[in-house]
Nanobody, 124 residues
Framework: QLQLVESGGGLVQPGGSLRLSCAVS????????IGWFRQAPGKEREGVSC????????NYADSVKGRFTISRDNAKSTVYLQMNSLKPEDTAIYYC?????????????????WGQGTQVTVSS
């Protein structure tokens, strides 16, 4: 059973930055693609970004392109989401999820394991 734990959320002003971390349990964790998703109140969960097991392939939702950067450090079993130029509409609970295969897709059913989420609030 793969375990994922998100951290790094918080309250930030518009235009600010946050870096989210997703700690993946070490055993076999390096073989999994990781996706970041978010869910705002009253809205459906949406994909934000994803990365393959080696870190060489990434994909982003149009709404975050140029502002968010996904990366991973397999030595630390951690995937990061650097979020810059944050907007109020980025406010949501952010989840990381693991998939055995990288597809570049944000279809939630492709992801087998999920973390518990971390709250990001962008407000002045």
């Amino acid at each position: 059973q793969l375990q994922l734990v998100e951290s790094g959320g918080g309250l930030v002003q518009p235009g600010g930055s946050l870096r989210l971390s997703c700690a993946v349990s070490k055993f076999r964790g390096d073989f999994y693609a990781i996706g970041w998703f978010r869910q705002a109140p009253g809205k459906e969960r949406e994909g934000v970004s994803c990365i393959n097991s080696s870190g060489g392939l990434t994909n982003y939702a149009d709404s975050v392109k140029g502002r968010f950067t996904i990366s991973r450090d397999n030595a630390k079993s951690t995937v990061y989401l650097q979020m810059n130029s944050l907007k109020p509409e980025d406010t949501a609970i952010y989840y990381c999820a693991a998939s055995r295969f990288y597809t570049g897709s944000f279809y939630p059913k492709f992801y087998n394991y999920w973390g518990q989420g971390t709250q990001v609030t962008v407000s002045s």
